[in-house]
């Protein structure tokens, strides 16, 4: 199984997103974009394991509080891959840094490279307009899970499942 740890997104950030989705087709940008069922915060990538068990283990010995995730307010790119900041999180950062550690001692294999929180919007993107001037809508929201998350493809593209999900350590 394709397996990755994500935060999934709720409506208004969402919205935001796919209003900024809007604007890139209204400047002729051609490619694949994600849908909003698909939308998320990946935290690790695995990629292919099947031992569910052991990951939603490690997962659960993660702890933190609710904490506020709020879109950066501007979009960045990966070469053709496009894709929406979020605000710097110091309680974003220490949930990452503890997931992958625990990975690791877990011996659960990950994509190790560091860090660098974005939501994928648009791929293989190809058109001829400039986006330096495009800007995410502000959104906000407050997590209280992660999720385990399994990557499958069908004849309509890429879908995501959730198969397990930690809650946040309630004040």
């Known amino acids: 199984m394709r397996l990755f740890i994500a935060i999934q997104l709720d ?6 997103l796919i209003a900024t989705q809007n604007e890139f087709r209204q400047r002729g940008f ?4 994600t ?6 915060l990946t935290l690790a990538f695995i990629g292919e394991f099947n031992d569910l068990d052991v990951i939603l283990d490690a997962m659960e010995q993660v702890r933190f509080e609710p904490f506020t995730l709020t879109l950066g307010g501007y979009i960045g790119n990966f070469g053709e891959l496009f894709w929406a900041g979020v605000e710097k ?15 690791a001692e877990n011996q659960i294999p990950f994509d190790r490279k560091s860090f660098s929180p974005h939501i994928t919007l648009l791929r293989n993107a190809k058109g ?5 001037d495009i800007e995410v809508g502000k959104a906000t929201m407050t ?11 069908g004849k309509h593209g890429v879908f995501y499942t959730e ?9």
Do not use: T
């Not at 849908?35 to 998320?40: L, Q, R, S, V």
């Not at 001829?128 to 330096?132: A, I, P, Q, T, V």
């Not at 997590?143 to 493809?153: A, N, Y």
């Open 143 to 153: 997590v209280r899970g992660i999720s385990l998350m399994r990557s499958d493809f």
């Open 11 to 16: 409506e208004s950030v969402k919205n935001a």
């Open 89 to 103: 999180n110091p309680q974003l950062e220490k949930i990452v840094k503890q997931l992958r550690h625990l990975l």
């Open 128 to 132: 001829n307009r400039g986006f330096s």
């Open 30 to 33: 051609k490619g694949r974009y």
């Open 163 to 171: 198969i397990g999900r930690i809650e946040s350590n309630e004040p």
């Open 35 to 40: 849908d909003i069922i698909n939308m998320h």
